[in-house]
């Protein structure tokens, strides 16, 4: 493990350390989250047909390109030019 794989922050009286620890916490779980629907997106429809994916979701013929496409977009901001290696570095509480 290399010296910046794991990050120490104080957050016991520390309103800072805490909101450190929270944003990380929060960025790693919509990643998780964005990555998890892009994939299930990908086997509901084959980003041309969408109402599979219409249905699933309860939305109106013609919308799932919408909801595809913004899930879409969202992986590839999230995901675009940070290497998943860059994401290796973890955040944890040190009291």
Do not use: C, P
């Not at 805490?18 to 960025?27: E, G, I, K």
């Not at 994939?39 to 047909?49: R, Y």
């Not at 599979?52 to 969202?74: F, K, P």
């Amino acid at each position: 493990m290399a010296a910046n794989d794991v990050v120490l922050v104080t957050t016991s009286g520390k309103t800072l350390g805490l909101q450190v620890v929270s944003a990380a916490n929060q960025l790693r779980s919509v990643k998780t989250s964005v990555n998890d629907l892009a994939n299930i997106f990908a086997h509901l429809s084959d980003g041309v047909t969408f109402s599979t994916l219409e249905a699933q979701l309860g939305l109106s013929a013609g919308q799932g390109t919408v909801i595809y496409a913004l899930v879409n977009t969202l992986q590839s901001q999230i995901n675009g030019s940070t290497a998943v290696t860059d994401f290796s570095t973890k955040v944890i509480t040190a009291n």
